[in-house]
Nanobody
């Protein structure tokens, strides 16, 4: 499976963006797809993940970000609202064919496939 992330860009504080992650090849229909991000000088961190249309979110984005999937298009979306400069980072999508339990869904090491990343910059 190859993952292609897109949708990043420059947005003002308070604005919105929608990221897309398209999976080509064998789709992980029973697996988990997640979004992680890495800001300059910081460690990679979990953002959100989804399995069977059930999402899991980092505390820092809960209530502002929504993860969703369109299995017919092999695409997972990350709708990001009320963006702040602290959300500035390279966003990566990741996937695994394994059915992770809830406590594993935020662990980067559980994901075998990674996209190339898309840059989100929140600035006025």
């Amino acid at each position: 499976v190859q993952l292609q992330a897109s949708g990043g860009g420059l947005v003002q504080p308070g604005g919105s963006l929608r990221l897309s992650c398209v999976a080509s090849g064998r789709a992980f229909s029973r697996g988990v797809t997640g979004w992680f991000r890495q800001a300059p000088g910081k460690e990679r961190e979990f953002v959100a993940s989804i399995r069977w249309n059930v999402g899991k979110y980092a505390d820092s984005v809960r209530g502002r970000f929504t993860i969703s999937s369109d299995n017919a298009k092999n695409t997972v979306y990350l709708q990001m609202n009320s963006l702040s400069p602290e959300d500035t980072a390279v966003y990566y999508c990741a996937a695994t064919p394994r059915g992770l339990i809830h406590s594993q869904m935020n662990v980067a090491e559980e994901y075998e496939c990674w996209g190339q990343g898309t840059l989100v910059t929140v600035s006025s």
